[in-house]
């Protein structure tokens, strides 16, 4: 698959296979993914695996009950009320590998060089047959005191990007449209 094909087709998956992923394919995702382009060369990163779903339901179940209990706070979460009341939803979608990528506090630039890595790790599982989902509602758990113990997680680190991976129940999605976007200048030649 070449490059500009990867990046305009993959999508964001929310249904898999009930197959695992070969350890040696997760590894090597990760070690291709962290040659990212860093700030100062810092390589900030640091990753969990998960390959347990019966533990990941049992995080997705701590994740919904703590979302629910701050949605009056946080009226644009609002929207996920019934997703979050739903004893059926899985915010890890059932997928059989969770890989969450933590960033180094003390480096000001972790996060967008962690994101960096993030992109890696998608384009490289959708080039192996692979879907994959960036869920933002675990944060919160995945960066718990009980879930950085359990996981030898040090303190100056911080979550970054839980990503979902597995093989995709289908793959024959449209593209989403792209929406306009600005550009606000562009220079040509001397100003």
Sequence with gaps: ME????IKS???IRRFEDKPVPGEILREL???AVWAPSASNEQPW???VVEDREYMRALSEMAKSDLLSVMNQTPELGRYRTLMENPDFNIFHNAPVLVVIYGRRDRGL???????VA???MLLAWEEGLGTCWIGFAQKVCDSSEFREM???????????PIVLGYPRFTSQKPVPRKE???FFWSEGNL
């Excluded at 490059?3 to 990867?6: C, K």
Aim: aromatic share 10%; with cysteine; glycine share 2%.
């Design 181 to 183: 976007f600005p550009i």
């Design 151 to 161: 996981h030898n997680v040090p303190e100056d680190y911080e979550t970054v990007a």
């Design 119 to 121: 992109q890696n790790l």
């Design 3 to 6: 490059l500009v094909e990867a």
């Design 10 to 12: 993959r999508r964001s």
């Design 46 to 48: 640091g990753f969990v």
């Design 110 to 116: 972790s996060r967008y060089d962690c994101s960096i």
């Design 30 to 32: 990760i070690d291709t």
